[in-house]
């Protein structure tokens, strides 16, 4: 792996963020952290915990595994575009306005999809939903950037990040008992709620600090520049970024159906299983990002090391079946440490790969790769469920594509890369 002479020179930090002044580090950056998180769990309380819904949306409308998927692609589809226009809003516009907004739009949209009757009525709200929900990742990531200096943005990044996994976790916890106890629908109405608070909350409280981010210039081209600038970049973040994501999200979906259906595990208790490796998600983003932050070999080393370990938890979980619950209860905590934890030193080393003045742009982009994977992965997971009758091919997949990231990985850590 690169040393950080190396990673500095591929990814200027002094040009593309400056860093925290002696304002910035005040107690006040805490607690900005701290809504910006709030903001992201109430923003994907329904968004990232349609996996706990996901029997009861089944049973609702009689959808196979592919159709299950089809919902949370559905919540995961605008933001393949709406993350970059999102990011170049945020470089123009107010935190507070943009994540304000979105949060509204999202809480509106959950509210209606609650009152529909058919499945593609509740797919259309869904998919208006995630206009909103575009706002909530690159606007906390800006925040963070703008906020906290460079020794200790990647911890910061990784606390803030920790709000996807935990919301998600709550959601899994909390949705299927609502589900369970007064219907599919009710669960959808307290995620509108969670939304909107949470979002409003931050729109209220947020203070920019007193020596923002520098303004993304207007010029002729400038998206063709920006992609000039990137295109060296990309291959380094995109690559660990769509591998890693497929993961994390073939276990938000499908866990609980998976452990049903191949290890004759209750639907509560899969759900339960769902929580926990959602949780230690959110645990590991805050420590891989701190690790990030001192690691002599730079971000992308834990990124490595964490693609190790998904593939050896995907071994384990693809040969756990006949095992007590309790050992199948520890793989999807490993799966859930390492598959959501990476994200909290890829979103770090997002930002310091931005260019100056475009670090909601930077944002935006590599979020806008990820997407595409998001909203493409979900349903063909489940089409190769419904094609073969068994999840474990689905798995094989997942697992094939984290070994060529590792591999390749492991080439540029070989020379010096």
């Known amino acids: 792996m690169a040393c950080d002479h190396a990673a500095s020179e591929r990814f200027p930090l002094p040009d593309a963020l400056p860093d925290a002044s002696p304002d910035r580090q005040s107690a006040y950056r805490w607690f900005v952290l701290a809504l910006a998180t709030v903001a992201q769990v109430g923003g994907c309380f329904l968004v990232q915990g349609l996996g706990g819904l996901g029997p009861y949306l089944q049973a609702a409308f009689r959808l196979d595994a592919a159709e299950v998927g089809l ?66 990742q690159p606007g906390g990531g800006k925040v963070v950037a703008a906020w906290f200096p460079a020794h200790a943005r990647g911890l910061a990044m990784g606390i803030r990040q920790a709000g996807l996994p935990l919301g998600a976790a709550l959601g899994a916890l909390i949705l299927p008992v609502a589900a369970a106890r007064h219907g599919w629908r009710a669960a959808f109405d307290l995620g509108a709620v969670a939304a909107l608070a949470s979002g409003l909350l931050f729109a209220a409280l947020y203070r920019q600090p007193p020596d923002p981010l520098p303004e993304r210039r207007r010029a002729a081209g400038l998206w063709r520049e920006r992609l000039t600038e990137l295109a060296p970049r990309l291959p380094r973040i995109v690559l660990p970024g769509v591998t890693l994501v497929s993961v994390q999200f073939c276990v938000t979906v499908y866990l609980p159906l998976d452990l049903r259906d191949r290890f004759g595990i209750p639907v509560d208790t899969g759900v339960k299983l769902l929580f926990l490796a959602q949780f230690f998600g959110a645990l590991g983003r805050v420590g891989l990002a701190a690790w990030s932050d001192r690691s002599p070999r730079g971000r992308e080393f834990p990124l490595a090391v964490s693609t190790a370990a998904i593939l050896a938890g995907l071994a384990a979980y693809i040969a756990a079946p006949g095992l007590p619950v309790w050992l199948v209860a520890v793989i999807a905590a490993w799966l859930g440490f390492f598959g959501y934890g990476w994200f909290g030193p890829w979103i770090a080393l997002v930002t310091e790969a931005a260019p100056r003045g475009a670090v909601g742009f930077m944002l935006g982009f590599a979020l806008a790769i990820n997407q595409i994977v998001v909203v493409l992965t979900p349903p063909a997971f489940g089409a190769l469920r419904d094609a073969t009758g068994t999840y474990v091919y689905g798995w094989y997949v997942v697992a094939g594509a984290a070994a060529v990231a590792l591999a390749q990985l492991s080439r540029r850590s070989a020379g010096g890369a």
Request: glycine share 10%; charged share 10%.
């Open 71 to 136: 919902a949370m692609s559905a919540a995961q589809m605008t933001p393949i575009v709406g993350f970059v226009v999102a990011g170049l809003l945020l470089d123009r516009f107010s935190e507070r306005l943009i994540v304000g907004a979105g949060a509204i739009m999202v809480a509106t949209a959950l509210l209606a999809a609650a009152r529909a009757e058919q499945y593609g009525d509740v797919l259309f709200w869904l998919f208006v939903a995630s206009i909103g929900y575009c706002t909530i």
